[in-house]
Protein backbone atom coordinates (compact mmCIF):
# COMPACT_ATOMS: atom_id res chain seq x y z
CA UNK A 1 0.00 0.00 0.00
CA UNK A 2 0.87 3.36 -0.51
CA UNK A 3 1.68 6.27 1.35
CA UNK A 4 -0.91 9.42 1.61
CA UNK A 5 -0.09 12.86 1.24
CA UNK A 6 -2.68 15.64 2.78
CA UNK A 7 -3.91 19.01 3.17
CA UNK A 8 -5.40 20.15 5.56
CA UNK A 9 -7.00 23.82 6.41
CA UNK A 10 -6.80 24.80 10.18
CA UNK A 11 -8.31 27.75 12.05
CA UNK A 12 -7.06 28.62 15.34
CA UNK A 13 -9.07 31.27 17.33
CA UNK A 14 -7.36 33.86 19.85
CA UNK A 15 -4.85 31.63 21.73
CA UNK A 16 -6.03 28.34 21.14
CA UNK A 17 -3.73 25.40 21.50
CA UNK A 18 -3.35 21.97 18.69
CA UNK A 19 -1.33 19.11 19.54
CA UNK A 20 -0.15 16.98 16.73
CA UNK A 21 1.23 13.83 16.56
CA UNK A 22 5.06 12.71 15.39
CA UNK A 23 4.27 12.55 11.60
CA UNK A 24 6.66 14.68 8.55
CA UNK A 25 4.70 17.56 8.20
CA UNK A 26 4.90 21.10 6.73
CA UNK A 27 2.93 24.23 7.76
CA UNK A 28 2.89 27.26 6.38
CA UNK A 29 0.73 30.18 7.95
CA UNK A 30 -1.69 31.88 5.62
CA UNK A 31 -2.51 34.28 8.40
CA UNK A 32 -1.87 35.25 11.99
CA UNK A 33 0.71 34.48 14.52
CA UNK A 34 1.28 30.29 15.51
CA UNK A 35 3.95 29.78 18.53
CA UNK A 36 5.53 26.29 18.19
CA UNK A 37 8.22 24.73 20.20
CA UNK A 38 11.45 27.46 19.71
CA UNK A 39 9.46 29.65 16.99
CA UNK A 40 6.99 31.88 16.23
CA UNK A 41 5.43 32.22 13.37
CA UNK A 42 4.04 35.06 11.35
CA UNK A 43 2.08 35.43 7.84
CA UNK A 44 4.22 33.71 5.00
CA UNK A 45 5.77 31.62 7.48
CA UNK A 46 6.57 28.15 7.48
CA UNK A 47 7.42 24.98 10.10
CA UNK A 48 8.73 21.74 9.37
CA UNK A 49 9.18 18.09 11.06
CA UNK A 50 8.73 14.77 11.75
CA UNK A 51 8.19 15.32 15.92
CA UNK A 52 4.83 15.94 17.62
CA UNK A 53 4.50 19.46 18.42
CA UNK A 54 2.03 21.44 19.67
CA UNK A 55 1.10 24.73 18.11
CA UNK A 56 -0.77 28.08 19.99
CA UNK A 57 -2.26 30.82 17.97
CA UNK A 58 -1.66 34.43 18.93
CA UNK A 59 -3.99 37.17 19.80
CA UNK A 60 -5.87 37.23 16.46
CA UNK A 61 -5.67 33.55 16.39
CA UNK A 62 -4.08 31.81 12.82
CA UNK A 63 -5.14 30.35 9.30
CA UNK A 64 -2.65 27.43 8.68
CA UNK A 65 -2.03 24.93 6.16
CA UNK A 66 -0.73 21.82 6.95
CA UNK A 67 0.93 19.40 5.06
CA UNK A 68 1.35 15.61 6.55
CA UNK A 69 2.81 12.25 4.55
CA UNK A 70 0.78 9.48 6.54
CA UNK A 71 1.13 5.66 6.43
CA UNK A 72 -1.45 4.28 3.79
CA UNK A 73 -4.57 3.43 6.45
CA UNK A 74 -3.96 6.01 8.89
CA UNK A 75 -6.56 7.61 10.06
CA UNK A 76 -7.40 11.25 9.20
CA UNK A 77 -5.24 14.25 11.24
CA UNK A 78 -8.16 16.32 12.03
CA UNK A 79 -7.03 18.83 14.16
CA UNK A 80 -9.67 18.68 17.62
CA UNK A 81 -9.50 21.04 20.44
CA UNK A 82 -11.51 23.74 21.50
CA UNK A 83 -11.71 27.14 19.27
CA UNK A 84 -10.61 25.15 16.53
CA UNK A 85 -11.92 24.38 13.01
CA UNK A 86 -9.98 21.76 10.44
CA UNK A 87 -10.57 20.55 7.31
CA UNK A 88 -8.84 18.23 5.08
CA UNK A 89 -8.36 20.22 1.53
CA UNK A 90 -7.21 17.09 -0.27
CA UNK A 91 -5.40 13.83 0.26
CA UNK A 92 -3.53 11.35 -2.62
CA UNK A 93 -2.51 7.93 -2.17
CA UNK A 94 1.27 8.61 -3.39
CA UNK A 95 1.44 6.05 -5.90
CA UNK A 96 4.09 7.62 -8.45
CA UNK A 97 6.15 7.66 -4.51
CA UNK A 98 10.32 7.65 -5.96
CA UNK A 99 12.20 4.41 -4.73
CA UNK A 100 15.15 4.66 -2.03
CA UNK A 101 15.61 7.23 0.30
CA UNK A 102 13.69 10.84 0.39
CA UNK A 103 12.96 13.95 1.08
CA UNK A 104 10.06 16.48 2.17
CA UNK A 105 10.13 19.46 0.15
CA UNK A 106 7.92 22.54 0.40
CA UNK A 107 8.42 25.14 -1.84
CA UNK A 108 6.57 28.22 -3.40
CA UNK A 109 6.16 28.72 -7.09
CA UNK A 110 5.43 32.86 -8.30
CA UNK A 111 4.64 34.14 -11.97
CA UNK A 112 4.36 37.94 -12.87
CA UNK A 113 0.67 38.54 -14.39
CA UNK A 114 0.35 36.29 -17.40
CA UNK A 115 3.81 33.75 -16.85
CA UNK A 116 3.54 30.32 -17.80
CA UNK A 117 5.44 26.98 -16.52
CA UNK A 118 6.27 24.98 -20.15
CA UNK A 119 5.42 21.55 -20.31
CA UNK A 120 7.23 20.16 -17.56
CA UNK A 121 7.08 16.95 -15.08
CA UNK A 122 9.21 16.59 -11.00
CA UNK A 123 10.75 13.88 -9.85
CA UNK A 124 8.31 13.17 -7.29
CA UNK A 125 4.40 13.58 -6.29
CA UNK A 126 3.29 16.53 -4.29
CA UNK A 127 0.07 18.67 -3.69
CA UNK A 128 -0.13 22.38 -4.47
CA UNK A 129 -2.27 25.34 -3.12
CA UNK A 130 -2.52 28.35 -4.53
CA UNK A 131 -2.22 31.39 -2.36
CA UNK A 132 -2.81 34.04 -4.24
CA UNK A 133 -3.70 35.49 -8.27
CA UNK A 134 -5.55 32.09 -10.88
CA UNK A 135 -3.47 29.79 -12.43
CA UNK A 136 -4.75 26.68 -15.36
CA UNK A 137 -3.08 23.28 -14.97
CA UNK A 138 -3.25 21.23 -18.31
CA UNK A 139 -2.53 17.89 -17.54
CA UNK A 140 -3.97 14.41 -18.23
CA UNK A 141 -5.71 15.87 -21.24
CA UNK A 142 -7.72 18.40 -19.17
CA UNK A 143 -7.48 21.97 -18.24
CA UNK A 144 -8.62 23.03 -14.75
CA UNK A 145 -8.76 26.50 -13.15
CA UNK A 146 -8.14 26.98 -9.72
CA UNK A 147 -9.03 30.48 -7.30
CA UNK A 148 -6.82 31.41 -3.68
CA UNK A 149 -7.32 28.39 -1.93
CA UNK A 150 -8.03 25.47 -4.26
CA UNK A 151 -5.66 22.68 -4.47
CA UNK A 152 -4.49 20.31 -6.84
CA UNK A 153 -2.16 17.16 -6.83
CA UNK A 154 0.22 16.30 -9.21
CA UNK A 155 2.13 12.70 -9.74
CA UNK A 156 5.55 14.16 -10.55
CA UNK A 157 6.07 12.08 -14.07
CA UNK A 158 2.82 13.03 -15.95
CA UNK A 159 3.88 16.28 -18.02
CA UNK A 160 1.73 19.78 -16.97
CA UNK A 161 1.68 22.87 -18.24
CA UNK A 162 0.45 25.64 -16.34
CA UNK A 163 -0.89 29.00 -17.04
CA UNK A 164 -0.88 32.00 -14.67
CA UNK A 165 -3.39 34.47 -14.91
CA UNK A 166 -3.51 38.07 -15.55
CA UNK A 167 -2.28 39.09 -12.07
CA UNK A 168 0.59 37.92 -9.63
CA UNK A 169 -0.21 34.68 -8.99
CA UNK A 170 1.87 32.21 -6.28
CA UNK A 171 1.08 28.64 -4.44
CA UNK A 172 2.91 26.91 -1.92
CA UNK A 173 3.66 23.62 -2.56
CA UNK A 174 4.93 19.80 -0.75
CA UNK A 175 6.50 17.19 -3.11
CA UNK A 176 8.36 14.08 -1.91
CA UNK A 177 11.26 13.74 -3.76
CA UNK A 178 15.04 11.60 -4.25
CA UNK A 179 16.95 12.40 -1.43
CA UNK A 180 19.70 13.00 -4.51
CA UNK A 181 17.81 16.35 -5.29
CA UNK A 182 18.11 18.19 -1.90
CA UNK A 183 18.93 21.83 -2.52
CA UNK A 184 18.32 20.91 -6.21
CA UNK A 185 15.87 21.81 -8.76
CA UNK A 186 13.55 18.96 -9.33
CA UNK A 187 11.58 20.73 -12.65
CA UNK A 188 12.38 18.50 -15.99
CA UNK A 189 10.99 20.22 -19.20
CA UNK A 190 9.90 17.48 -22.12
CA UNK A 191 10.08 19.78 -25.40
CA UNK A 192 13.51 20.41 -26.62
CA UNK A 193 12.67 23.86 -27.88
CA UNK A 194 11.31 25.07 -24.06
CA UNK A 195 14.77 24.19 -22.27
CA UNK A 196 16.69 27.32 -23.57
CA UNK A 197 13.53 29.72 -23.07
CA UNK A 198 13.87 32.42 -19.97
CA UNK A 199 11.38 30.91 -17.22
CA UNK A 200 9.24 33.14 -15.44
CA UNK A 201 8.39 31.62 -12.23
CA UNK A 202 10.47 31.87 -9.39
CA UNK A 203 10.78 29.30 -6.60
CA UNK A 204 12.02 29.42 -2.49
CA UNK A 205 12.39 26.79 -0.99
CA UNK A 206 11.07 26.93 2.52
CA UNK A 207 12.09 23.06 3.42
CA UNK A 208 14.20 20.02 2.37
CA UNK A 209 13.93 17.94 5.03
CA UNK A 210 15.69 14.54 4.51
CA UNK A 211 12.91 11.67 5.79
CA UNK A 212 13.49 9.53 8.72
CA UNK A 213 11.54 6.27 6.95
Known sequence: MHPVLRLYEDVLSNESEVALPALPRMMFVVHG?????NHILNDGEVWSGENAVTLQAGSAGAAVWRWELAPSGAATGLATGNS???????AAALTTLPKGALILRGD??????????????HQGPGIRCLL???????????STSYGPGGA????????VFAQAADRPTRFIRVMILPLAYQGKSSVEYLNEEDKAKPKSQQYKIFADMPLST
Open 33 to 37: RLAVP
Open 108 to 121: SVAFPPGGCAYLHR
Open 132 to 142: EGGIRIDTHGR
Open 152 to 159: WYETGPDG
Open 84 to 90: VASREKL
